[in-house]
């Protein structure tokens, strides 16, 4: 059985949509946060899950504050460390020490719109397709090997608020999916690149890919 430890900074919804994933294989060891008032936090706690709180705001570096929480998720021994809205920058320590099991979804198709107000940027762009993409994490802010990428289309009458609603739905999908593959051992890392042991992707007909 794989270990899960989720983190989160408020509502959650990607953290439920991975818990109700119920993945064979794998536990949700904690869901941890920032911030104590998160209403994720709640949720998880009423589904009996185990459930933290460490703000930064008590810690007089990022450094520091990274260091105590590294070892609030080691006492979890994590095989698996998700960022499901976790609103924080990491330190290159913390990225190092979870190399190749930290994941994290952002609301972007990847390498586009790094970092905050993805959708309001896409539409100021004027991109017809937007979408999400989940991607083991490096120090570089959004920038690691991407595990899966789920895409929607720009309307003409979107406005950020719905954009990033069509967008959500398709996380909820793309991230419990990116974790069956990780916890499978279904991929593997070279390079910038992801591959998947048995590529079952159908080329004709994706579009979360
Ligand atoms: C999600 O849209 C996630 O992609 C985004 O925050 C939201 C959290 O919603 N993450 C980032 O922007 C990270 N850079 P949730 O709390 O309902 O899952």
Redesign the pocket.
């Known amino acids: 059985m794989k270990n899960i430890v989720i983190l ?9 949509a991975l818990v109700q994933a119920a993945i064979p294989g794998a536990q949700v060891a904690a869901v941890i946060s920032n911030r104590a008032d998160a209403a ?1 936090l709640a949720w998880a706690a009423a589904q009996g899950l185990a459930t933290a709180s460490l703000s930064h705001r008590d810690y007089p570096s990022r450094e520091d504050y990274d260091a105590a929480l590294m070892a609030l998720i080691d006492t979890y021994a994590p095989d698996l460390v998700v ?5 924080r920058i990491l330190t290159p320590a913390f990225c190092r020490h979870y190399q190749g099991r930290l994941i ?4 972007s198709l990847l390498p586009a719109f790094t ?2 107000d ?1 959708h309001q940027r896409a539409l100021e762009a004027g991109c017809r397709v937007a979408g ?1 993409t989940v991607h083991f994490v490096t120090p570089e802010l ?1 920038c690691g090997p991407v595990i899966v990428q789920g895409a929607v289309p720009v309307l003409d009458h979107d406005t950020a608020a719905t954009l ?1 609603e069509r ?2 739905a398709v ?1 909820h999908q793309v991230l419990p999916q990116a974790v069956a593959d990780f916890v499978s051992g279904s991929l593997s890392i070279r390079g910038n690149r992801v591959y998947r042991v048995e590529n079952t992707v159908d080329a004709t007909a994706q579009l979360i890919i």
Do not use: K, W, Y
């Not at 989160?8 to 439920?16: A, D």
């Open positions: 989160i900074s408020g509502r959650g919804s990607n953290m439920q994720g960022l499901a809205g976790f609103m994290n979804i952002h609301p970092g905050l993805t999400c959004d990033a967008v959500l996380e």
